[in-house]
């Protein structure tokens, strides 16, 4: 699990094609990897990743072809957000976070605001319905308060902190962006469906 909290700005340094996926390593640059260890996770760009190889300020992880064909950003050089698995002893800066992509957006504006930016995004297929106004989303890997919904779209705003902290700051119309809705919708959404399904209410406990 992670918090949408990005604890830093990495790069991936190189990409290596295997059978069924990508074998890629990352420059962590300020992410401290003490305690980590192999079989560990780190969140990249939002995806949860298991290390595989560490080095003095690099790990590198094997990302397979189903994740590679559903999440995005990608590319030799990129920057990419970066987040150690959260602990029980952290604070939850942001929301929970399971590391799991539902799927791709694509930024449709990103307008200055003040010091502040409006990011709007477009959610694919049946992801809208997750998302609520003041409820949470992660893009990239990020943790942050949705604004406003209207049919796919919806805006978030980027205050200059995270701006320069993570690699948002850097969008442009039509990029595209990981996204994870957040989990208690989802389970709203399975308990309402379970209803619908029984006609009876709510679920008996098991």
Request: charged share 15%.
């Given at each position: 699990m992670f918090t949408g909290?990005?604890?830093?700005?990495?790069?991936?340094?190189?990409?290596?094609?295997?059978?069924?996926?990508?074998?890629?390593?990352?420059?962590?640059?300020?992410?401290?990897?003490?305690?980590?260890?192999?079989?560990?996770?780190?969140?990249?760009?939002?995806?949860?990743?298991?290390?595989?190889?560490?080095?003095?300020?690099?790990?590198?992880?094997?990302?397979?072809?189903?994740?590679?064909?559903?999440t995005t950003g990608w590319v030799l050089g990129r920057r990419i957000n970066l987040e150690r698995a959260l602990r029980l002893s952290d604070a939850l800066g942001g929301h929970l976070v399971t590391g799991h992509v539902d799927g791709v957006g694509r930024v449709r504006s990103f307008t200055p605001c003040g010091e502040s930016v409006t990011l709007q995004v477009e959610a694919p297929g049946d992801l809208p319905r997750y998302i609520a106004t003041k409820g949470s989303v992660t893009v990239q890997g990020v943790s942050l308060t949705v604004n406003a919904v209207e049919g796919a779209l919806f805006t978030v705003n980027l205050i200059p902190h995270t701006q320069q902290v993570t690699t948002l700051g850097g969008l442009v119309e039509g990029a595209g962006v990981n996204l994870e809705v957040d989990l208690l919708a989802r389970y709203a959404e399975r308990a309402r469906q379970w209803s619908d399904d029984k006609g009876t209410g709510t679920p008996p406990l098991e």
């Open positions: 909290i990005v604890q830093a700005v990495g790069r991936i340094v190189s990409m290596e094609p295997l059978e069924e996926g990508m074998r890629m390593t990352f420059d962590t640059a300020t992410l401290s990897l003490e305690g980590v260890d192999l079989g560990g996770s780190i969140a990249v760009n939002g995806v949860c990743l298991t290390v595989i190889a560490l080095g003095a300020q690099s790990f590198s992880a094997e990302v397979s072809r189903v994740t590679l064909e559903g």
